[in-house]
């Protein structure tokens, strides 16, 4: 009988999608060499909505979301494959501590574990039109924390780690020039 409570157990944390702190490195380390230029991942915090388009993919982790932002850095560095682009939204700069108690702190730690990665900040709006966008057909793996601190999703857009843009401009060019 406690065998078949576990397996319930367990089968239900799979199903809801929440993953313990172990489970979702699990999880990106197992999704990862599935992952290619176009796919995203997504470090959310608490009141990030569950969306809907099919290539979306929703977990929850009882985990500090510094440390999944850091986990997520160190299996992306591990890659050769792919390689990310990294968004913060621009709204957190001015959220106010009386608004958000530990918001200063937040923006500290963050910018201590980004300090070696270069970070785009652009309106919540505008990072999330390019996520939508890329629901639609390529694959979004969301890690959505308990954090509740608001515009503190942090945003990886994943690109070909080893095909640069100067890369690609010299392919057509050449290609152009062919004709």
């Given at each position: 009988?406690?065998?078949?409570?576990?397996?319930?157990?367990?089968?239900?944390?799979?199903?809801?999608?929440?993953?313990?702190?172990?489970?979702?490195?699990?999880?990106?380390?197992?999704?990862?060499?599935l992952l290619g230029h176009?796919?995203?991942?997504?470090?959310?915090?608490?009141?990030?909505?569950?969306?809907?388009?099919?290539?979306?993919?929703?977990?929850?982790?009882?985990?500090?979301?510094?440390?999944?932002?850091?986990?997520?850095?160190?299996?992306?560095?591990?890659?050769?494959?792919?390689?990310?682009?990294?968004?913060?939204?621009?709204?957190?700069?001015?959220?106010?501590?009386?608004?958000?108690?530990?918001?200063?702190?937040?923006?500290?730690?963050?910018?201590?574990?980004?300090?070696?990665?270069?970070?785009?900040?652009?309106?919540?709006?505008?990072?999330?039109?390019?996520?939508?966008?890329?629901?639609?057909?390529f694959k979004v793996l969301?890690?959505?924390t308990p954090l509740t601190?608001?515009?503190?999703?942090?945003?990886?857009?994943?690109?070909?780690?080893?095909?640069?843009?100067?890369?690609?401009?010299?392919?057509?060019?050449?290609?152009?020039?062919?004709?």
């Amino acid at each position: 009988m406690k065998n078949k409570i576990i397996a319930a157990c367990i089968l239900f944390s799979l199903m809801t999608g929440i993953l313990s702190a172990a489970d979702w490195k699990e999880k990106l380390q197992k999704e990862l060499p599935l992952l290619g230029h176009r796919n995203w991942i997504v470090v959310a915090d608490s009141a990030y909505p569950l969306q809907t388009a099919p290539g979306i993919e929703t977990i929850y982790v009882e985990a500090d979301q510094l440390e999944v932002v850091k986990g997520v850095i160190a299996e992306l560095a591990k890659t050769k494959h792919v390689k990310p682009t990294i968004y913060t939204d621009a709204e957190m700069k001015f959220v106010a501590e009386k608004n958000a108690p530990g918001i200063g702190a937040y923006r500290d730690g963050l910018a201590k574990v980004l300090a070696n990665q270069p970070a785009e900040v652009l309106p919540h709006e505008q990072i999330i039109g390019k996520l939508d966008e890329a629901g639609k057909t390529f694959k979004v793996l969301l890690i959505k924390t308990p954090l509740t601190k608001p515009y503190t999703s942090v945003f990886f857009q994943l690109r070909c780690g080893y095909w640069t843009a100067d890369s690609e401009a010299d392919l057509r060019k050449a290609m152009q020039q062919s004709q």
